[in-house]
């Protein structure tokens, strides 16, 4: 299992671009899934805003939401054996991931990416005897029902785990979607880059932020959006409080004016975004 990453130093290239191979070879071994899986995760602003005036850290696993409804007749057991017949990847740690290893091909040990299956908290899927992973389940996680509401196509270009060129398809959260998810992870755990995605995506989200307020307005019954604005009202009350900071300590500058300046900024960009949706 890697190690937690908590600063933006700790996502390196060779790291990132493991994992956008990953993401390719996924996209191919599973590419008869696509009508039930979604890219999530921190792959999201990377790919859906890919001319942003800086640069997005990118993301150094693969984060996949599952679609319950669509996973009937032994589907979810076939997904799981299909990964398994590629012996390219194997369980991981924790019970809802695979791993596998990617040889950059640059003289250095291969970089270990993880895989992870996630689904909505009312996900039922049926079991597989007898199991094809011991002790392998999805994680059902809050929030992660927003992913299969609007999703977007993309096709990606790269190379895979094995070093060949392809192009696949793939579904992706929408900007809007990826906010209510973003919003529930920032209340349930303590990872920086959760608050900088946010941040990220309200600054440089190709059409602005105004689209983004706009889709949430519109769902404005809809608990998920409650929760996730309740959310990010809570975290980033002052400059001082928990959304700001895991934003400077995800840049983890070492001047005092830079991470005042950055504290000052995510408050700025999310009291924005909250003015927008009243």
Same mark, same amino acid.
């Given at each position: ?79 799981? @054996? !299909? &990964?398994?017949?590629? /012996?390219?990847?194997? $369980? ?5 991931? #695979?791993?596998?290893? *990617? +040889? ?26 007898? @199991? !094809? &992973?011991?002790?392998? /389940?999805?994680?059902? $996680? ?5 992913? #299969?509401?609007?999703? *977007? +196509? ?6 895979n785990v094995s070093g060949a060129q392809n192009t696949v398809k793939l579904r992706l959260a929408s ?30 989200n190709p059409a602005g932020m105004e689209p983004l307020a706009t889709d949430w307005k519109t769902r ?59």
């Amino acid at each position: 299992m890697n190690p937690e990453p908590r600063y933006e130093s700790d996502y390196t290239q060779r790291q990132v671009d493991a994992a956008r191979r990953v993401l390719i070879d996924v996209g191919q071994v599973l590419a008869s899934f696509r009508d039930c899986m979604v890219i999530i995760g921190g792959w999201i602003p990377d790919l859906l805003i890919p001319n942003a005036g800086e640069s997005h850290s990118g993301s150094i696993d693969v984060d996949i939401a599952l679609d319950a409804a669509k996973l009937n007749d032994g589907r979810y057991a076939d997904l799981v @054996k !299909l &990964l398994l017949e590629t /012996r390219r990847y194997r $369980a991981g740690t924790q019970k809802f991931q #695979f791993v596998t290893e *990617v +040889d950059l091909k640059d003289g250095n040990p291969p970089v270990q990416v993880e895989v992870e299956f996630l689904a909505p908290q009312a996900i039922k899927l049926k079991k597989h005897s007898p @199991k !094809l &992973l011991a002790g392998f /389940r999805v994680l059902q $996680a809050d929030g992660c029902g927003a992913a #299969f509401r609007a999703p *977007v +196509d993309q096709s990606l270009s790269g190379r895979n785990v094995s070093g060949a060129q392809n192009t696949v398809k793939l579904r992706l959260a929408s900007i809007a979607d990826f906010l209510v998810m973003k919003a529930y992870a920032l209340g349930g755990r303590e990872k920086p880059k959760d608050a900088y995605d946010i941040c990220f995506c309200l600054e440089h989200n190709p059409a602005g932020m105004e689209p983004l307020a706009t889709d949430w307005k519109t769902r404005g019954t809809d608990p998920d959006v409650i929760k996730a604005r309740a959310i990010l009202r809570e975290k980033f009350t002052s400059v001082d409080d928990f959304g700001p900071q895991q934003v400077v300590e995800f840049h983890n500058a070492s001047d005092t004016e830079t991470r005042a300046m950055q504290a000052r900024r995510a408050y700025e960009l999310v009291q924005r975004f909250l003015h927008l949706l009243v």
